[in-house]
């Protein structure tokens, strides 16, 4: 498991990167990959899954809450190379894993309160 966390760590830092280096087609291309290979989902059903389905589906998959974490953070990048009418619905997935790391997994962290914090910001200002 430990070898995986790093694996997709260093993931996460290479899709980052690529967007910083304005790759935005490349980013979302290994996105689309992690999101497939690791997470068992896709764009699409992650945008037309109702929120209370996509909860269940991750409580089924049985991830551990690093796994989670990891999720968030690869979602939260796929907001930033998505249109503006797919980025709220990203954003509010995000919000959803923040939520269960916190009820289910006990787990707070400073960076995910601070993100979610940014995060609903932007909503209350989208239309």
Known sequence: MTAQMQQLSHTLAKVKRLILEKEAVEAKSVLQAVLGEYFGTNITDLLETPANVFIQQ??????????LGLLADFLDE????????????????VLLIYEILERDYKVVSFTHIARKSDILARLGEAP
Do not use: Y
């Open 58 to 67: 991750f409580k089924r998959q049985d991830f551990k809450a690093e796994e």
């Open 78 to 93: 796929l907001a930033a190379v998505s249109e503006d009418r797919d980025r709220r619905t990203i954003w509010e997935k």
